[in-house]
């Protein structure tokens, strides 16, 4: 089950992933001083970076099976 689309979509969840990680970790550390505009704003950073590595990939190909003859 390897191919293009599916390393594309492996490597879009893991850089996802990682970028989650790094965000909570910011909140966290950050505690209070940070403005919740600002926590807001990295949250949707992470999600819009998770919907544009999906929006690239292309759907995967599927086989189209030939038309089977119509018996008479």
Known sequence: ???????AMVRTSVQ??????AVWLVC???GHRLDTRVRKALWWLVCLKIVIGMAWLSPPSLEVLPPSPIPS
């Open 1 to 7: 089950m390897s191919g293009p689309w599916f390393d």
């Open 28 to 30: 966290r550390l950050a």
């Open 16 to 21: 996802g992933s990682v970028l989650a990680v």
